[in-house]
């Protein structure tokens, strides 16, 4: 069935000038101006083709058309409003779908998500292994790339931008390479990885030296199973944590992000 188009803006602005019985103080109420509300009630009484309010020397006044329309309008408002309520309800406040690079939740993410689990009963994590899995397709909340930057998704930076190179102790004199690692030139790599995990995974092996994002190494330096060979440095790509604005919205994605940033 087609739906009449309803000029939802304009009914709200009725709404307002309706309860209070001024344009002024509706405009207010809804932070535009005076001029503007009497535009849109004009522009509404156009569209019905009925004369809403008028004015007397009392003030404005509804007509008996105006009148008519208010009860069932604030009934469909209240409608709009639990609608929206169910929708949101439907979308699981205490389970988070996240897609990270194994390496980073090993290293970094899941001593975090451990501590907002045991400060919200209940929570629970659906963890995608492909960092960068669709948001529809995978029903992502959040999204976590080593990148130089949001793109097109919002986003914030989890750690500094810096990487550092590293290796075991007593490690052989040779280098690891992963894509992104940005080796000094002329270097033959003895081991060409496929990514920053398994670039780590040899380098804590003792089978050479590589360089790495800085929070991927971090722990392994503290507890000496790594040395770094030269000092932290900057680097175009960092760790963010990402999605599209309408999940950047809800009230569970901005507290997980709250925490993990704090």
Do not use: Y
């Given at each position: 069935m087609k739906r009449t188009h309803l000029p939802l803006n304009a009914l709200r602005v009725y709404d307002a000038a309706a309860r209070h019985l001024s344009f002024t103080r509706a405009a207010?109420?809804?932070?535009?101006?005076?001029?503007?509300?009497?535009?849109?009630?004009?522009?509404?009484?156009?569209?019905?083709?009925?004369?809403?309010?008028?004015?007397?020397?009392?003030?404005?006044?509804?007509?008996?058309?105006?009148?008519?329309g208010l009860d069932p309008l604030r009934e469909g408002f209240l409608q709009f409003e639990q609608s929206v309520q169910a929708m949101q309800a439907g979308q699981a406040s205490d389970r988070y779908t996240i897609a990270?690079?194994?390496e980073f939740y090993a290293q970094?993410?899941?001593?975090?998500?451990?501590?907002?689990?045991?400060?919200t009963e209940g929570v629970q994590y659906i963890l995608v292994a492909d960092e960068n899995a669709d948001f529809t397709e995978s029903n992502l909340d959040l999204a976590i790339r080593l990148v130089d930057g949001p793109g097109d998704l919002e986003g914030v930076q989890l750690a500094p931008a810096q990487r550092v190179t590293v290796a075991a102790p007593g490690?052989?004199?040779?280098?690891?390479?992963?894509?992104?690692?940005?080796?000094?030139?002329?270097?033959?790599?003895?081991?060409?990885?496929?990514?920053?995990?398994?670039?780590?995974?040899s380098a804590l092996a003792g089978m050479g030296r590589t360089v790495l994002p800085l929070p991927l190494?971090?722990?392994?330096?503290?507890?000496?199973?790594?040395e770094a060979l030269d000092e932290p440095n900057e680097s175009q790509r960092a760790y963010w944590l990402l999605a599209p604005l309408p999940q950047w919205r809800q009230k569970?994605?901005?507290?997980?992000?709250?925490?993990?940033?704090s």
């Open positions: 207010d109420e809804l932070a535009v101006t005076p001029a503007a509300v009497g535009q849109q009630i004009r522009a509404l009484e156009d569209h019905l083709g009925v004369v809403l309010f008028r004015r007397t020397s009392k003030g404005l006044e509804l007509t008996p058309e105006g009148e008519a990270a690079p194994r970094w993410l899941a001593s975090r998500l451990a501590e907002f689990q045991a400060g490690h052989r004199d040779a280098w690891i390479d992963w894509p992104g690692a940005a080796l000094p030139e002329g270097t033959k790599p003895c081991i060409k990885a496929g990514n920053p995990g398994q670039a780590l995974s190494v971090a722990e392994a330096l503290e507890n000496g199973r790594l569970k994605v901005k507290a997980l992000v709250g925490h993990l940033t």
